[in-house]
């Protein structure tokens, strides 16, 4: 199985700026879209950016013109450049790959998340 690993979380000043990297290992399988997704304490997990492989890129209305997705050609790694952070912002940060496996059944894989504080 795939393994994703998000790095690049920390702490921040309102205003500053986080790159965060999500890196797949392991077993391969056919990626056809890779995402942020962010949970905040007592909500719900939310959608942040999707990237296809074409690269179509979607963002979420709260975070568009602030945040860029962006990826490597492979689909391997995706990366959320985040500037003008707000304390709205302060989240755990997990990357998803969605795809086929090689029999073209649907598979998702998550990463364990990366911590975002957002602070003065």
Do not use: H
């Amino acid at each position: 199985q795939v393994q994703l690993v998000e790095s690049g979380g920390g702490m921040v000043q309102p205003g500053g700026s986080l790159r965060l990297s999500c890196a797949a290992s392991g077993s391969p399988f056919s990626v056809n879209v890779m995402g942020w997704y962010r949970q905040a304490p007592g909500k719900e997990r939310e959608w942040v950016a999707t990237i296809t492989r074409g690269g179509s890129i979607n963002y979420a209305d709260s975070v568009k013109g602030r945040f860029t997705i962006s990826r490597d050609y492979a689909m391997t790694t995706v990366y959320l450049q985040m500037y003008n952070l707000k304390p709205e912002d302060a989240a755990d940060y997990y990357c998803k790959a969605a795809g086929v496996d090689s029999s073209f059944r649907p598979l998702e894989v998550w990463g364990q998340g990366t911590l975002v504080t957002v602070s003065s």
